[in-house]
C-alpha cells in the first residue's frame, strides 16, 4: 500500500469508529425525548447514583445494564 492508501485507511476507520459510537449513543437519547416519563426516571436514577458528582467507569458500570435493557424494549 501507498502511504496516501495507509493515511486513507486509518482515516476511514477512525472516521467510522466515532459515527458507529454517535449512531449507538443518538437512539436511545432520541428515544428518552419521545417518552418524557421515561426521561424523568432514568435522570432520577442517575441523580441517586451520581449524587452530584460526575460520572465515572464504575458508574458506568452499574447503569449501563440497565439501560441496555430499558433501550431494547419494544
Not at 454517535?22 to 432514568?42: C, F, G, Q
Request: charged letters at 20%; one cysteine or more.
Amino acid at each position: 500500500m501507498t502511504r496516501h492508501q495507509i493515511c486513507s485507511e486509518i482515516l476511514t476507520l477512525a472516521v467510522a469508529g466515532t459515527e458507529t459510537t454517535a449512531s449507538v449513543l443518538s437512539w436511545p437519547l432520541y428515544e428518552l425525548t419521545r417518552h418524557p416519563d421515561i426521561e424523568a426516571r432514568v435522570l432520577a436514577e442517575l441523580a441517586q447514583v451520581l449524587a452530584g458528582r460526575p460520572v465515572t467507569f464504575e458508574d458506568v458500570v452499574r447503569i449501563k445494564p440497565r439501560l441496555i435493557t430499558t433501550s431494547h424494549r419494544p
